[in-house]
């Protein structure tokens, strides 16, 4: 545990929205990474001393993961962590499609020199932690933050929150990928391309290259169900 968090644990009118969120942020990255694979039971008993807090900010979380749909509570009954939903995941992909791509079009109206050196700065940490397999779940921690940088440089960090909400079961299923070294060199390119493009000022090329970047098929994630029937609905 972090001191931030350790200093969160008191129940004060002010600790508990940040103790909630901290939970929250936690059992999120937790369901996401498949630590807490779907199925999982989850007891508020043995979360709340495993967090050391009391019901409250505990419960807090829990309904914001409900929102989400990582979870489900079950009123007197059972908590059980989602299991991924195929429906969800296409509109998820069509969400993102069409906010990223607007966002790419509002940057390369107006190139912000500050945002297109911090794109280039997480390009070099994904590469210099993509030849060490161990080191998957890092470099697709940040292909998000490289997204995030592009809509807070838009000045659309909200949105980015809100399709971090809605792309739950994608990206639980992008943790079920085995990335050759070929495939994240291709990702990395398409960072590298949608930069290019965005500092170009072209914003036909831009929206091509993040379009590009974004697309997947409909039938993208049936291999993933094929061999992890259980984790799917």
Known sequence: MTLAFDMMRQDTPMGRPMASSRIYDDLRQRILSLDLPPGTALTRADLAREYDVSQTPLRDAMQRLDQDGLIRIYPQ?????????????REALFLRQALETEVTKKLTR????????????VI??????????????????????????????????NLHALLRAQTGDLDRVRRLQTHSSDRLDLILQGHERIVAAIE??????????????????????????????DYFT
Not at 110 to 121: F, G, M, S, V
Not at 133 to 142: M, V, Y
Request: charged fraction near 35%.
């Open 77 to 89: 009954s059972k908590t059980l962590v989602t299991r991924i939903n195929l429906a969800q995941i």
């Open 200 to 229: 170009s000022g072209d914003v036909d090329d831009a929206v091509r290259k993040i379009r590009r970047h974004t697309h997947k098929p409909d039938d993208w994630a049936d291999e993933y169900r094929a061999r992890h029937e």
């Open 124 to 157: 070099a940490l994904q590469r210099a932690v993509a030849p060490d397999k161990t080191k998957l779940r890092r470099f697709q921690e940040l292909d998000e933050f490289f997204h995030y940088v592009m809509f807070e440089g838009a000045g659309h960090p």
């Open 110 to 121: 107006d190139p912000p020199p500050e945002t297109l050196a911090r794109l280039r700065e």
